[in-house]
């Protein structure tokens, strides 16, 4: 496991360049411009607490789904990413992702989820940018994902596009 | 495995309803319309002669990719979709999909191709709808898929939607 310590800024979010050459499998963001020590870890490992999960999940108002496919989708997931706040020795999760894969040409990322209190301080796009870095560290160069309206922009300024060549992203339900 | 024979219509295509109760991992149609049979068989069975798949993709003018890399993801996706005509005990591959998934919640399909002499038969719907009907058995209940500009009105024809509720479908790719 590869470590990354990267300041905060005064204003307390991180600046894009901070996170640009992360490449490792955890990322350590150490904020200390408070006086007890807060860090800001991403993590890729899948032995996530459902539980917490499920917490991290109400607090954005996302329907619950059952724990046991919510266990098995982690399982066949290429990849799960955490991000979580540690303060005191103590961790709580703030963050999550995961991607499917065909390990070798293709990664769609889905359940994409950050904490309210924890949103516009950039740490959602720093978690973003450890899960892309992830995937193009394995070779994965088509990178896909579908975005609710509202997060359509935030994904944008990651530099993903909309319908690129006029490709569009389709569903299918059960009727 | 289970077999299913049906009956191409006279006019050589498969009806929708020929298709609609298929739920096995082999479907059969048996063309019986001429004197020597002719049968197009779907199988979900991922043992592919990649250079048999890699004239397939020639036929349709793809780009050629790495074998290594197309068996890797072969390998590594959920569900593999082959059709192939069988006419004098000789099978020849005809057409082709598959898909990555979660295993849970959500699968998303990749790399359809129908040998263009065997288009415009109903053969392409229902290799989909077999591929569908296989997610489906597993309770995969939310599929996707990415479609070029000029096959969005085959797959809107199958039941997907573009853009439900203003999801949008994004890429990123590396710069």
Known sequence: MVFWKKLFTSAG?????????????????TNNTTTSETEIVFSTDRDIDLYELEDLCDRVGWARRPLRKVKKAIQHSFLVVSMWEVKAGRRVLIGFA????DHAFNATIWDVVVDPKYQNRGLGKAMMQFTIQNLRNVDISNITLFADPQVVEFYRRLGFMVDPEGIKGMFWYPS
């Open 98 to 101: 995961r991607a499917t894969s």
């Open 13 to 29: 979010s991180i600046t894009p360049d901070a996170v640009s050459d992360l490449d490792g499998e955890v990322l350590t963001v």
